[in-house]
């Protein structure tokens, strides 16, 4: 029986590709303990709470998308979005995910070994988990990320620079970096009005704009060369 189960786990995460969940895996015949015994043996990987996965199975980017599995409505933003886009320098040590304000618990860890931090921030505004969030497919998962242009302006309304902020999640040297390279021609990544259109949205625009022109009025002169 338990070789049986083993079997039916490593081909169904085989046929999909992708974490799956333990509900998913309780579906083909899997039990809690067989996925224990498993994991301890190296058979497969404790991706996050509650999901699993091959080992090796994928993308740097792995563990969001097990995440992902585990709670589909999170969005990777500020510098975990930005770490992504290629568009920050800091390293940010915990991943960044927002998730609906009356969502329960949270909880990451991508093994023993390899523990995902969170750090979770709780949004209440609908248009906070749709503009400017884009679905990637990491590892056959769709996984929402902030795009680059609503991460500049994250990373701005989450800093001290922004007035309005009441908790900082973001120093303002870290938005800064950002801001410089989203716009660096060399690396095409941002679109200005983008930025402007999703700052609006959050009643940022007035605030962000004399930074966006500070920063363009550098690049035009070859100030940033």
Request: aromatic share 6%; with cysteine.
């Amino acid at each position: 029986m338990a070789g049986r189960a083993t079997k039916a786990v490593i081909d169904a995460l085989a046929g999909a590709g992708r974490p799956m969940s333990v509900a998913e895996l309780h579906s083909v015949g899997a039990s809690r303990a067989t996925l224990h015994r498993m994991a301890e043996a190296g058979e497969i990987e404790r991706l996050a709470h509650g999901v699993y996965g091959l080992p090796d199975l994928g993308s740097p980017y792995l563990n969001w998308a097990a995440l992902s599995v585990r709670v589909p409505c999170a969005v990777f933003c500020l510098t975990s979005a930005a770490t992504f886009h290629r568009i920050t320098q800091n390293m940010e040590t915990r991943t960044v995910i927002a998730v609906p304000h009356d969502l329960g618990q949270v909880q990451g860890g991508r093994g023993k070994a390899y523990p995902v931090r969170i750090r979770l921030l709780r949004w209440r505004r609908e248009e906070s988990f749709r503009e400017g969030v884009d679905i990637h497919e990491i590892d056959g998962v769709p996984v929402r990320i902030t795009s680059p242009e609503r991460t500049v302006v994250d990373m701005f309304r989450f800093s001290g620079l922004n007035q309005r902020c009441r908790k900082v999640h973001v120093q303002d040297e870290a938005f800064l970096d950002c801001i410089a390279k989203a716009l660096d021609p060399a690396n095409q990544v941002a679109q200005v009005d983008e930025i402007g259109r999703i700052a609006e949205v959050f009643g940022l625009k007035e605030a962000i704009t004399p930074f966006v022109q500070s920063f363009q009025h550098a690049i035009n002169t070859g100030y940033m060369a």
